[in-house]
């Protein structure tokens, strides 16, 4: 195979995966490493990727790199509901309680199922946000009481953001809250791209007596611009795909629960 038919076919990859590991495409090529490494090199020179440790990123996967609230409701939407429900699993049958629903998507997801499951359980929930999306799921629903923590609005996110933000979420002790992350790195933990969510995320964890986070594995082995937990911090972790190697280990070492939706 020529070296222009690998790059094309790695390019293809990261579309498809949003990483690519060195050994990984040695072995799928029947290449040396230091082939890969010249072809990972030449796509970095051309803008097609970023190089990381051991392997290569697409350029959305970036540090820095945060798409819109709005932009990503739509994504893996199959994936996050099927997420959601095995996460709510942790309320058990007539929960009451409260609970503490970060920003995102998948938190979005939590919410849209919760009173539904609340309803046939026999469950009731004091519910807290900080996310202005999240909101009007559970504003008039049934067994939920909710109220919303204020802020500065982080427009990407729409959820607020900043030290009255922080200040209110340290007051509080929510019997389980629910996390998204950006990333979930065996040796970065969880992060996110900006420093004011990750304050608030920080918040949130240490707040809680119970912490799930709410992770499909494009988020594995991914490290964003900011670390807001390490992985001990974390009692479930909740995924559609169970983790692999160093990251896996580090799970198990950390005695964090991985529940599969």
């Given at each position: ?131 202005l999306t999240l909101a009007p799921a559970l504003a008039a629903a049934d067994r939920v009481s909710l109220t919303v923590v204020g802020g500065r609005i982080r427009g990407v996110t729409a959820a607020a953001v900043g030290a009255s933000t922080v200040r209110a979420i340290q007051s509080l002790r929510p019997d389980i809250v629910f ?83």
């Amino acid at each position: 195979m020529y070296a222009m038919e690998r790059q094309e076919l790695i390019e293809r990859l990261l579309l498809e995966e949003g990483r690519v590991a060195v050994i990984d495409l040695a072995e799928r090529f029947g290449v040396t490493t230091e082939t890969v490494r010249r072809d990972l090199d030449a796509l970095e020179l051309s803008g097609a990727l970023r190089r990381v440790h051991g392997g290569a990123v697409a350029i959305d996967r970036a540090s820095t790199a945060e798409a819109s609230v709005i932009e990503r409701s739509g994504l893996r939407a199959d994936t996050k509901l099927r997420i959601a429900a095995r996460a709510l699993d942790a309320l058990g049958d007539g929960f009451r309680g409260s609970l503490y629903l970060d920003a995102g998507t998948t938190t979005g997801a939590v919410a849209q199922l919760l009173p539904a499951r609340l309803s046939a359980s026999g469950g009731e929930a004091e519910v807290v946000t900080h996310s202005l999306t999240l909101a009007p799921a559970l504003a008039a629903a049934d067994r939920v009481s909710l109220t919303v923590v204020g802020g500065r609005i982080r427009g990407v996110t729409a959820a607020a953001v900043g030290a009255s933000t922080v200040r209110a979420i340290q007051s509080l002790r929510p019997d389980i809250v629910f996390v998204g992350v950006n990333g979930v790195s065996a040796g970065f933990g969880l992060s996110t791209p900006d420093p004011e969510e990750s304050a608030v995320k920080e918040a949130i964890v240490r707040a809680a007596r119970r912490v799930i986070v709410l992770a499909d594995a494009s988020k594995f082995q991914q490290e964003s611009l900011v670390s807001f937990a390490a992985l001990d911090a974390v009692d479930v972790l909740v995924t559609d795909r169970a983790p692999e190697g160093e990251l896996a280990d580090a799970l198990t070492a950390a005695g964090v629960e991985v529940w599969s939706a």
